[in-house]
Structures are given as C-alpha cells and as structure tokens.
C-alpha cells in the first residue's frame, strides 16, 4: 500500500492527530517538539521518522496537544517493537 504513514495519539478517549481535528506533538528526550502525525509530505515525512527512531532510543517520552493536555508516555520495550527505519523490516511509507 502507498498510503503515507500515520502517527495518532488518544487520551481519555480523544483522538488527536492524522485525521481528527486537533493534532499533537512528541518531544522526545526534552529536544524540540515533533509533529509526527501526517507522514505525506516530506517535511512529515521527516518528522515521522525522527519521532520513530528517537523512541526507539529515548530516556523520556511526552505528548503534547494542541488543548494542552501534557502526556508522559511509556517506552518500555519500544526498541524491541518498533523496527529502525533503516531495517527491512521498517514497512512505513513516508515521503
């Protein structure tokens, strides 16, 4: 399939991200916030797999919302579960 990647976040039950109305950010390790959610563009593109690759290696993980809402996330096992992007395995399209 050549349907760009999505990124989505829910909290409380609330979608933000690709697709709803309201979109998020992740800042990985305390650096700058990125807007991983649209992976059809190339700057999307870009900030999709920064996203994936820093939570495969980060120490902290928070989600931001456009309403404010700030998330702690978990990363226990993320280099396990998410592939690099560099691997064979890594089957997301982006631009």
């Known amino acids: 399939d050549q349907t760009p990647a999505t990124m989505t976040l ?11 109305n309201q979109d998020f950010v992740l800042i990985i390790d305390g650096k700058a916030p990125l807007a991983p959610s649209d992976a059809g563009s190339n700057a999307g593109g870009d900030n999709f797999r920064l996203a994936w690759d820093g939570m495969r290696k980060a120490k902290t993980l928070v989600a931001k919302t456009v309403d ?15 592939p690099s992007s560099k691997s064979k395995t890594y089957r997301c399209v982006t631009w």
Request: charged share 15%; hydrophobic share 30%; aromatic share 8%.
């Open 10 to 20: 829910t909290v409380g039950g609330k979608e933000y991200g690709y697709g709803s």
């Open 68 to 82: 404010g809402k700030v998330i702690p996330l978990p990363l226990t096992g993320a280099a396990k579960t998410l």
